[in-house]
């Protein structure tokens, strides 16, 4: 469970996060959604740590997030782009390399990349090294690092992007069965589809504030609309709060 209470972060004269709240619950995928500029990824990036927030507080499961407590980092996974991956290591090295580094080792660390492998679908390219992969292969490397430990939380910023159509519902289908699986997953997109699809309560950001949190029927409701993008848009020009 991730809760986010007022947080604020600015970058010189700039305001980058004025003000956002929201909770993200364990079994469940939250969607956070905002236009260019609104702040989600200096939020994203303060959730995992890499920023600390001016003012505000992130609790952990219940508790608030200390940078350097290991056990903490260990519950938590982050998954931004398709970058980041050594070029010269095989899909497994890339995987075995990350859950050491999360404190695998032995019958652990093996059990967690046949879960990685069976999960994703990786047999083809397991063994073959991460250069000349295409978008798709890469972002299941990336996710694999992180099913590898299996964090409870994961924050995926934008994870479909770049994918093709039958790449991108093999991983609408692997959110699904990790959110059955008991995770709590904060997930951002640009693709108004998938947050119908995928997400069970939605965070609206617009110029660094949160609007608001609900799930996508009560949005629509709100704002007397049927389509999602109908509401999110009429939510960002008239600052519209869910109920």
Request: overall charge neutral; proline content about 2%.
């Amino acid at each position: 469970m991730i809760e986010v209470k007022e947080l604020k972060k600015s970058f010189g004269k700039v305001e980058a996060v004025r003000s956002v709240s929201f909770h993200a619950e364990d079994g469940q995928i939250t969607g956070l959604l905002g236009d260019n500029g609104a702040g989600k990824t200096t939020t994203i990036r303060m959730l995992a740590g890499t920023l600390t927030p001016d003012a505000g507080v992130i609790h952990l499961d219940q508790k608030p997030l200390a940078v350097y407590d290991r056990q903490q980092r260990r519950s938590i996974g982050i998954l931004s782009d398709a970058k980041g991956l050594y070029e010269r290591l095989s899909t497994r090295e890339n995987m075995a390399y990350y859950g050491q580094l999360m404190g695998l080792s032995g019958a652990k660390l093996e059990a967690g990349l046949d879960r990685a492998r069976r999960l994703l679908d990786l047999d083809d390219i397991l063994d073959r090294r991460v250069q000349g992969f295409s978008t798709g292969q890469r972002m299941k490397v990336l996710l694999g690092r992180l099913l590898v430990y299996q964090p409870k939380n994961l924050i995926l910023d934008e994870p479909s992007s770049g994918l093709d159509v039958r790449a991108t519902r093999k991983l609408r289908a692997i959110l699904s069965r990790l959110r059955d699986e008991g995770h709590c997953l904060v997930f951002s997109s640009h693709i108004m589809q998938e947050v119908e699809l995928l997400c069970d309560s939605v965070i609206v950001m617009h110029d660094g504030r949160s609007l608001g949190q609900a799930p996508v029927g009560e949005w629509n409701a709100r704002a007397g609309v049927d389509k999602f993008e109908d509401a999110f848009v009429a939510a960002i020009e008239g600052g519209q709060y869910a109920p």
